[in-house]
Every structure is written in C-alpha cells, then in structure tokens.
C-alpha cells in the first residue's frame, strides 16, 4: 500500500495542495468553477501554521483507524486498497469521527450535515495534492520503502555536516 509523505523541508506553505484539493473534490473539478460554487466546495487538507511554520495536514488512513472504529452508522469503512473511505448517505452526523481523529483532518459538511474526509482520490493513480506540490514535497511511496529513503536522508546530512566542521 503506498501513502503520501511530507518531506517537510520542502514545504513552502504555498497551500497549492490543499486549493487542489477542494478543485478535486468541486462539482467542476477546475479552479474557477470550484471558485464560483456555493457552498464552496470542501478541502480534506489543511495547511496550518504554527509559530511561524507551515505544513500539510492530511489524513494518515490509519491501519487501526479511530475514525472508523467510532461511526456507529457503518459510514466510514476500508476500502480494497486500505484507504479509509465514506458510504456518505449513510452518515447521521454525530461527528464521532471528529472527536476522535487525533490529526484534525475530519470537518463537517454543515449544509449537507455529513462527515467530510480525504477519499485518497481514489480514482486516481495520483492523488491531486502530490500532483499539484511545486516542490515535490508531497510524495506517494510504499509504506516500506520510506526507512530507507530517510536513512539515507540522515547520512546526507550527517556528512555534510562533517565536512563543514
Ligand atoms: S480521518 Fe483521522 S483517524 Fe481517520 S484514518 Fe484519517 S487520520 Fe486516521
Ligand atoms: S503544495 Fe507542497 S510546498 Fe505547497 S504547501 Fe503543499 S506541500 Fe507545501
């Protein structure tokens, strides 16, 4: 299964995934039709700010998911593909899964009274944030292939920081 990584020394904080994000999840799926729709169609990802940094918060799809564990209504399920999705008619709005999210990314349709979460862009090879990043700051990979890539990231690191000493 592969899942979407922040290298976060890459962010800008420029929020083009998360304005990708609503145009993907708009009725028109293009920027200035999502503009001109009412309600303004939701983003599943949120870039925040927190003593002066800016990064990406999205949805992990937890392989013990929280969210999925707390819906009494058999709305958010796993699909095939391990992505933590929504049978959205079958939401009754408790917001349970908001509660329980411990990375904020669950907010509410508040006109339509329903859960709003990243589907993953399931229908796509890949997903609109990771398309839409200038800096390649969001990436796909497999789940196993990251502890090396960080590995190799540390040793990088580590002897530049030598050979500048
Ligand atoms: S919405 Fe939150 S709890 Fe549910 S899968 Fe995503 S990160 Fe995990
Ligand atoms: S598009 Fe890339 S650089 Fe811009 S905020 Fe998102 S992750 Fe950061």
Sequence with gaps: MNRIYLIQERCTGCKSCEIACAVQHSKSKTLFGAIAERPAPARRLFVEEAEGRRMPVLCRHCEEAPCVASCIAGC???????YVRRHKERCIGCWSCIMVCPFGVVTRDAVAR???K??????LDVPACVAACPTRA???RE???LPAEVRRTVVLRESGARSAS
Excluded: F, N, P, S
């Design 76 to 82: 958010l399920y796993v699909d095939a593909k391990g």
């Design 143 to 145: 789940v196993d292939e």
């Design 138 to 140: 969001l990436q796909l």
């Design 114 to 116: 329903i859960a709003v």
């Design 118 to 123: 990243c589907d993953r862009c399931h229908k």
